[in-house]
């Protein structure tokens, strides 16, 4: 607990016991601070926070209420530097890798995280919570909200962490969620088009992720994806960083050649003239990709030699809801991931077909309330690469789901598909449905934990409805 003029440039010694940006969260004693969203302003919620308990508001606008009241120029500026005050400063000391792109966030972070778990007090934040001295927690964000992410770092902090790899989105760079977080290394996957319904077009939301590589320390490190189209852009947001690429380009730091995919993936990586040959136990182009990343990360920041990660590399796990091959004992392949762009789609359905499946079944859906003009390309690259798609719900929130199918199939002539609008019932549909040595993909929400359903998030998970077909199966 800190008072309120420890937080903030006013004269009251209110006690301040957390701090909240949502009215729905506060409680009795919280400090309630009235920050700008895409579509939202928190001024609007100030009666509700104090009725729930607020002991102070922060406004950038002249407003009236029962509780003090400190003016400042711009809340969502100065949510940072409260946070920051509030919870002792928690990033001093810990050093930082943040990771963006539109796809592999999540799968780069987390071999980062693995690679280095063993030597290094690491901590994972991304999509898949928070990972750190062996416990697993939720977030609600891919990059949490401040207030969310300031008490992580002070756990971390507390506990004796030392590096935290995170995934940083372009809506938490938009909105300057980590504006006050020095990264010592920060990556590039790629990016192509997606999240427009918050960036208006592609330059934008190139120039959100740009951002990233100007909250990289002078002395940090930028990673980039040499083979990406957006190279050059990105490379003109590093300034006085050292700039190490990655990729097929011959022009690559660390070089990628020689890929071959099997029952493991091998591959070659050349740096510094030095050949060093990787057994990667994922499948698929795009983690050699993000393998190379993880491995010139790990190298880089902590001086950790390649050949020295060669043997950790073989044993890395699979990355929950990313491309992740699950076995019940059933006769087919069957994989869960998180793709829901056209390029996401095509890696992962490219990477199942590679195996030879004798019929490959896709379970795919997308989000409502997001960009439109995307679906028909994603429904397009599940209908060329599979032989029978079933098209279902993934968040529809306030949108019709069959109008959703029916952006997705737009006007492809080829009938291979179903309409199973229940999430549920669909990959039950699949499941019962596939015969030996068929594939079965289930993409778009990975292993989220929730369906957005109008303004609900509804208890959901795609991994715990297929665990239970298989229960249901044995009895």
Do not use: W
């Not at 009251?12 to 579509?39: A, E, M, P, R, Y």
């Not at 319904?197 to 740009?210: C, E, F, M, R, T």
């Amino acid at each position: 607990m800190k008072r309120l003029n420890e937080l903030v440039s006013c004269s009251f010694d209110t006690l301040i016991k957390g701090i909240k940006t949502n009215s729905q969260k506060v409680k009795k004693g919280d400090l309630f601070v009235c920050i700008h969203g895409l579509n939202f302003d928190r001024h609007d919620f100030i009666e509700d926070a104090v009725k729930k308990g607020a002991a102070a508001i922060v406004v950038d606008q002249k407003v009236a209420s029962s509780v003090p009241i400190v003016m400042v120029e711009n809340t969502n500026e100065e949510l940072l530097k409260i946070c920051d005050r509030f919870y002792n400063h928690p990033a001093q000391n810990l050093k930082f890798i943040g990771v963006t792109g539109t796809d592999g966030k999540t799968t780069t972070t987390s071999m980062i995280y693995q690679l280095l778990k063993n030597n290094r007090s690491i901590a994972y934040i991304g999509t898949n919570g928070v990972e750190f001295d062996e416990t697993t927690l939720p977030t609600n964000n891919t990059t949490p909200l401040p207030e969310e992410l300031y008490p992580i770092l002070s756990d971390i902090k507390q506990k004796g962490g030392q590096i935290v790899a995170m995934e940083v989105s372009s809506e938490a760079l938009l909105h300057h969620r980590v504006d006050h977080l020095s990264f010592d290394v920060t990556i590039l996957t790629n990016i192509t088009e997606d999240h427009l319904n918050i960036h208006k077009d592609l330059a934008s939301y190139v120039k959100a992720k740009g951002r990233l590589f100007t909250l990289t320390k002078e002395e940090g490190i930028c990673i980039l994806n040499r083979d990406d189209e957006h190279f050059e852009d990105m490379k003109s947001y590093c300034q006085n960083q050292k700039i190490y690429t990655y990729g097929t380009n011959k022009e690559s730091d660390f070089k990628i050649s020689d890929i071959i995919e099997g029952k493991t993936t091998t591959f070659k990586i050349t740096y510094q003239k030095n050949v060093y040959e990787i057994e990667s136990p994922y499948a698929g182009k795009y983690n050699v990709f993000n393998l190379t990343a993880a491995i010139a990360a790990v190298h880089l920041l902590e001086s950790i030699k390649i050949k020295h990660l060669l043997a950790s590399i073989k044993k890395m796990q699979p990355i929950k809801g990313r491309g992740e091959f699950l076995d019940f004992g059933q006769n087919y392949t069957l994989v869960l991931d998180y793709a829901h762009t056209e390029n996401a789609i095509k890696n992962v359905l490219t990477m199942v077909k590679k195996k030879k499946p004798h019929h490959l079944l896709t379970v795919t859906g997308s989000a409502g309330g997001r960009e439109k003009e995307k679906r028909r390309a994603m429904g397009k690259a599940a209908l060329e690469l599979s032989d029978l798609v079933i098209f279902t719900m993934d968040d529809p929130r306030f949108e019709d789901v069959n109008t959703i199918i029916d952006d997705l199939i737009g006007d492809y002539k080829n009938g291979h598909y179903k309409r199973i609008p229940d999430r549920e019932e669909a990959i039950t549909y699949a499941l019962s449905n596939a015969k030996e040595n068929d594939a079965v993909v289930i993409l778009g929400k990975g292993r989220d934990p929730y369906m957005a359903i109008r303004d609900q998030y509804l208890p959901y998970c795609d991994y715990d409805v297929i665990k239970s077909y298989f229960d249901q199966k044995k009895k």
